[in-house]
């Protein structure tokens, strides 16, 4: 089975978790047998693996979750890098050319495109296993996947069928009606649209070169940039007469709110957290490392993080966004490729950072203008290039950075500093990369 | 007028505010004029001022709070420091000493005792001036304030006046009774008794060498470990015939619990934090840096500090005690004489902490025998005598002191650290102090 997986935004319905540059997908919130924690994304991998060992996986996303994704699921996985944002039709079509062009996949060998957020279980990979039997079979050029609706909702659009059966001709789409027109529809048999579909590559590149005059993935990658925002089922679906539904009926959850996302959690504190026993429907996901203590709530989400507390009623959570858009804030914490790095201590002249480096990898040789840095190790064993002397280091060691200095750090173990930055103008942009003098032994270095 | 101001326990009923080595007295949750905050013990300082710029105050505590005391409130203020925590009679009779033998209070000259965490009005203050006067007239021994009860409270004893004069004598006094009994009291006339009271210091220690065996205020202080845990209530009150009471209507709150002290704030909101539309009833008070967003919450408390999170349904908010109880922590804030440090990153092998030194104060000096330290200056300026070499620092400098070395800072600014100490045994006890080897010009030391 050949699988597009599409890794949307930024997510800041999920906030303090998500933010603009961590996606909800990868927030480690669901217990793994073992009692660790994976993030959606490493449980759609997980599943997707284990019904089908062979599956190629490609996710499309953009250039900001792709140290995320493969510090997450490794390097296996295939990435359609879309190199700025554009609708779902434009990322389609590239992630298709990519696995045409790049992972060598018979366009006339179908594929499937889903969502890679949905919370479900194995049997849904079991669905996409048939939705994919039901497009090579040909005998429609689309073939969707139709969810059995359990109420009738007013967030999702509605996929009418002609005939009751497990597959079936599409009749007509509905857009996201209100309450009383979805229980009309789900009355004349209609079915949640969730987005997933099953069609041949060679369909896709079809009609994509319809409407774009490009070469191959290169080449639709090089002018991405110039590519008009259409949408696939505005550009595809709507003016295709040959659709096809297959029904699905088992568990299927949109977790895009912490609403919806707290009702797929086992359990009620993940990090750490108390509840008194007034408390009842009561979430906390807490990735300080001081306890939240929660009494007397019901229906009440808890959530910190390095980037703020939120505390709100289950139900008013989806109406976040707004609140989230006016917190004019620095980025807290980051997973970048070669690890992460929390923000501890802010002051006017100065900026104090933790930097955890995995083992084997290392940042950009690179240099500050107007500040300069220290180093502390706390944890582990590396080797830093500085000004192009090589040192070895390890915990205890205190490194000087003046501004204008070439460095860099390299982590044989898992690393950790604290980085003291200090100077009058510190900002993100004051990083300049340079080569290096010597050769240098890291892995994995980006 | 002269006032003794008790400054109890460490309240983990305010936590994350208050925990074991800060109390809720420094907690700066109110808001001046001037926009900035005070807390219980500067807003009742300030308020004795302003009705009596001449009142000799002296607060009554323990070693704990003593830093906090002067940080708050300066040098002028007396302090009579409990070597161990007795009951309430020692600690009464010790300030009382105090007052005579180092303040030099005549002992015929009445002094009013009062806790220091009562959220009153200025006309509080100015009936401590009248239970004062009517002290000095000496028609009793002790002179109670008889506070109107508001409501049949079961949180307080009562005291029956014999008249419904503004003074009385006192008839009988009723510990604290359940509802129904506190409604009958209040019917009769009975007042709150909320601890507060005047009387001769002559009385106070003619009654304390009935019981003790002491010679003044040093002897008292040496032995003060060897003394009996008694009530003054106990060991002074319930023999004493001749008691009179002087009524009090005003307003008078006593701030024990997170109800009770949201209702005496004048804002929502302290610190950092958000209230949607659909939030009635809650208060935030949020030390951290970053936001609190509360949504669609009634009747509820929101606290974050760096010990941890609370929310909390106000009702219930007064049952916290165990939780607290429960949290094995270490100390992630605290005031010091010199400033003050909080935690800002855990590791097995390292603790990193910002350590924030006054203008003009120093540590001690000092050495650890299991581990490393490291300090960068990220603002301010001082100096640094470190194994007997005194230098220069500022916003930049980085000093290494590894396990053995003598080492103390000194701060010229107000001085900001980032002190990262580093060793497999890093503990509160490993602290040996030194004679410096050359004179040291800081001001303030301890």
């Not at 693996?49 to 510090?71: F, L």
């Not at 008009?228 to 895009?256: C, M, N």
């Not at 906390?284 to 703020?308: C, K, Q, R, W």
């Not at 930097?355 to 080797?383: C, K």
């Given at each position: 089975?050949?699988?597009?997986?599409?890794?949307?935004?930024?997510?800041?319905?999920?906030?303090?978790?998500?933010?603009?540059?961590?996606?909800?997908?990868?927030?480690?919130?669901?217990?793994?047998?073992?009692?660790?924690?994976?993030?959606?994304?490493?449980?759609?991998?997980?599943?997707?693996?284990?019904?089908?060992?062979?599956?190629?996986?490609?996710?499309?996303?953009?250039?900001?979750?792709?140290?995320?994704?493969?510090?997450q699921?490794?390097?296996?996985?295939?990435?359609?890098?879309?190199?700025?944002?554009?609708?779902?039709?434009?990322?389609?079509?590239?992630?298709?050319?990519?696995?045409v062009?790049?992972?060598?996949?018979?366009?006339?060998?179908?594929?499937?495109?889903?969502?890679?957020?949905?919370?479900?279980?194995?049997?849904?990979?079991?669905?996409?296993?048939?939705?994919?039997?039901?497009?090579?079979?040909?005998?429609?050029?689309?073939?969707?996947?139709?969810?059995?609706?359990?109420?009738?909702?007013?967030?999702?659009?509605?996929?009418?069928?002609?005939?009751?059966?497990?597959?079936?001709?599409?009749r007509?789409?509905?857009?996201?009606?209100?309450?009383?027109?979805?229980?009309?529809?789900?009355?004349?048999?209609?079915?949640?649209?969730?987005?997933?579909?099953?069609?041949?590559?060679?369909?896709?590149?079809?009609?994509?070169?319809?409407?774009?005059?490009?070469?191959?993935?290169?080449?639709?990658?090089?002018?991405?940039?110039?590519?008009q925002?259409?949408?696939?089922?505005?550009?595809?679906?709507?003016?295709?007469?040959?659709?096809?539904?297959?029904?699905?009926?088992?568990?299927?959850?949109d977790?895009?709110?912490?609403?919806?996302?707290?009702?797929?959690?086992?359990?009620?504190?993940?990090?750490?957290?108390?509840?008194?026993?007034?408390?009842?429907?009561?979430?906390?996901?807490?990735?300080?490392?001081?306890?939240?203590?929660?009494?007397?709530?019901?229906?009440?989400?808890?959530?910190?993080?390095?980037?703020?507390?939120?505390?709100?009623?289950?139900?008013?959570?989806s109406?976040?966004?707004?609140?989230?858009?006016?917190?004019?804030?620095?980025?807290?914490?980051?997973?970048?490729?070669?690890?992460?790095?929390?923000?501890?201590d802010?002051?006017?002249?100065?900026?104090?950072?933790?930097?955890?480096?995995?083992?084997?990898?290392?940042?950009?040789?690179?240099?500050?203008?107007?500040?300069?840095?220290?180093w502390?190790?706390?944890?582990?064993?590396?080797r830093?290039?500085?000004?192009?002397?090589?040192?070895?280091?390890?915990?205890?060691?205190?490194?000087r950075?003046?501004?204008?200095?070439?460095?860099?750090?390299?982590?044989?173990?898992?690393?950790?500093?604290?980085?003291?930055?200090?100077?009058?103008?510190i900002?993100?942009?004051?990083?300049?990369?340079?080569?290096?003098?010597?050769?240098w032994?890291?892995?994995?270095q980006?």
């Amino acid at each position: 089975m050949n699988i597009i997986l599409l890794s949307g935004g930024s997510g800041k319905r999920l906030w303090p978790l998500s933010n603009e540059i961590r996606s909800k997908q990868f927030i480690k919130i669901f217990r793994r047998e073992d009692g660790s924690y994976e993030s959606m994304v490493q449980r759609v991998y997980r599943q997707i693996k284990s019904v089908d060992a062979q599956a190629t996986v490609t996710i499309a996303t953009s250039r900001t979750q792709v140290s995320a994704i493969h510090n997450q699921l490794g390097d296996e996985v295939g990435i359609s890098v879309e190199p700025c944002r554009r609708d779902t039709f434009p990322a389609i079509t590239l992630a298709t050319a990519y696995l045409v062009d790049v992972m060598h996949v018979d366009p006339s060998e179908s594929v499937v495109v889903c969502p890679v957020d949905p919370y479900v279980e194995d049997d849904y990979f079991e669905a996409l296993k048939a939705l994919s039997a039901q497009a090579d079979k040909g005998e429609a050029n689309l073939v969707l996947m139709g969810i059995e609706p359990t109420y009738p909702s007013e967030k999702y659009g509605y996929i009418l069928p002609e005939s009751a059966g497990s597959v079936a001709m599409v009749r007509s789409f509905k857009e996201k009606p209100d309450a009383q027109a979805a229980a009309q529809y789900i009355a004349q048999g209609a079915l949640w649209n969730g987005g997933v579909f099953a069609c041949k590559p060679s369909y896709v590149l079809k009609k994509a070169h319809e409407l774009m005059d490009f070469a191959g993935y290169d080449d639709l990658f090089a002018r991405y940039d110039t590519l008009q925002k259409i949408s696939f089922d505005y550009a595809v679906v709507e003016h295709e007469p040959k659709i096809q539904v297959v029904r699905f009926a088992g568990t299927w959850k949109d977790l895009g709110t912490w609403n919806t996302l707290t009702e797929a959690m086992e359990e009620n504190i993940v990090g750490k957290g108390v509840l008194s026993d007034t408390c009842s429907g009561v979430h906390i996901v807490n990735e300080m490392d001081v306890p939240v203590l929660a009494m007397g709530l019901h229906d009440v989400v808890i959530s910190a993080s390095p980037e703020g507390i939120l505390v709100s009623d289950k139900e008013q959570s989806s109406y976040i966004k707004p609140f989230v858009d006016g917190f004019e804030q620095q980025v807290m914490f980051a997973e970048k490729s070669w690890g992460s790095f929390r923000v501890i201590d802010v002051e006017s002249r100065s900026l104090t950072i933790k930097v955890t480096l995995n083992a084997g990898h290392s940042m950009n040789y690179h240099s500050h203008q107007n500040r300069d840095e220290v180093w502390v190790v706390v944890s582990g064993r590396g080797r830093t290039l500085v000004d192009g002397v090589e040192q070895e280091v390890r915990t205890g060691d205190v490194i000087r950075m003046p501004a204008g200095c070439r460095h860099t750090v390299m982590a044989e173990t898992e690393l950790k500093l604290i980085e003291v930055q200090i100077g009058s103008d510190i900002n993100v942009h004051d990083k300049q990369k340079h080569a290096m003098e010597r050769e240098w032994r890291a892995e994995g270095q980006e």
